[in-house]
């Protein structure tokens, strides 16, 4: 059974940056992509950056292009999300996700077989 823990939110001001980590325990974490999203208040989850089982693919929203980015550790079997400049609309509970192989669309949350609990990042003006 797979489990993936997040990490590392908190309140930030805006303009921040935060690192949030997703450890993944009970399975074979290199083989498979992963993918963080974003729930925010009163709102749909919505996908926020994916990464390949190894590296070679990343995906990002438009609305954080150029301010997150999303590496992996294999070894460590954790993947991270990595916040730079951060805006009071960043505010959300932040999930990560382990993703079917070989699914088309990264950012389809049904592609996505396992899910944390989540973590809050609340980023004031």
């Known amino acids: 059974q797979v489990q993936l823990v997040e990490s590392g939110g908190e309140l930030m001001q805006a303009g921040g940056s935060l690192r949030l980590s997703c450890a993944a325990s009970g399975g074979t974490f290199s083989s498979y992509p992963m993918g963080w999203f974003r729930q925010a208040p009163g709102k749909a989850r919505e996908f926020v950056a994916y990464?390949?089982?190894?590296?070679?693919?990343?995906a990002y929203a438009e609305a954080v292009k150029g301010r997150f980015t999303i590496p992996r550790d294999n070894a460590q079997n954790t993947v991270h999300l990595q916040m730079n400049s951060l805006k009071p609309e960043d505010t959300a509970v932040y999930y990560c996700?382990?993703?079917?192989?070989?699914?088309?669309?990264?950012?389809?949350?049904?592609?996505?077989?396992?899910w944390g609990q989540g973590t809050q990042v609340t980023v004031s003006s």
């Open positions: 990464i390949s089982a190894s590296r070679t693919i990343v």
């Open positions: 996700a382990r993703r079917l192989p070989g699914s088309s669309t990264y950012s389809q949350q049904t592609t996505y077989d396992t």
